[in-house]
């Protein structure tokens, strides 16, 4: 399986909580683009895509919500919701993302920029790319 999860390296005190990455140092790609996801809901579930080239990052910046992991063999299921942990996604994998919190807020750093063209979005044919 082409992910982990990531203990973003943090410092504390007594005025909060600060946590850091950095490109190539704490995550292993150039990022070359930061998007967000907000007014997220419980009932709607996002994604049902692959990337057949990008990377990915993804941080709960606030609230929790279930991913769903599948390389073409078997699926797993991570739960993000700390902003001190991370989630990283390699290339060809196919995640769902379900059972948002109210509010729950997720930070993408991705490894390119955007375009659709290198999107799998039908599930039968990731299968095919990957078991070819
Ligand atoms: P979508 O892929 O449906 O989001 P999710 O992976 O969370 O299910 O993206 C929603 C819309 O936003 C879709 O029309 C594509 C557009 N979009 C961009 O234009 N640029 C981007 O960087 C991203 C991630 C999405």
Not at 82 to 87: E, G
């Amino acid at each position: 399986m082409n992910y982990k999860l990531l203990n973003i390296k943090t410092f504390g005190d007594n005025r909060g909580k600060l946590s850091v990455v950095e490109a190539l140092r704490d995550i292993p790609f150039e990022i070359k683009r930061v998007y967000w996801i907000f007014d997220t809901l419980p009932d709607e579930s996002r994604g049902f895509h692959a990337h057949k080239n990008m990377e990915q990052i993804i941080v709960a910046m606030d609230g929790a919500c279930q991913f769903v992991l599948d390389d073409g063999k078997t699926r797993e299921q991570v739960w993000l919701n700390r902003p001190d942990k991370a989630l990283y996604i390699g290339k060809n994998m196919w995640r769902e993302m379900k059972h948002f919190s109210y509010g729950c807020k997720l930070m993408i750093l991705a490894s390119d920029y955007y375009d659709e063209k290198e999107y799998i979005r039908d599930y039968n044919i990731f299968l095919k790319e990957v078991n070819k």
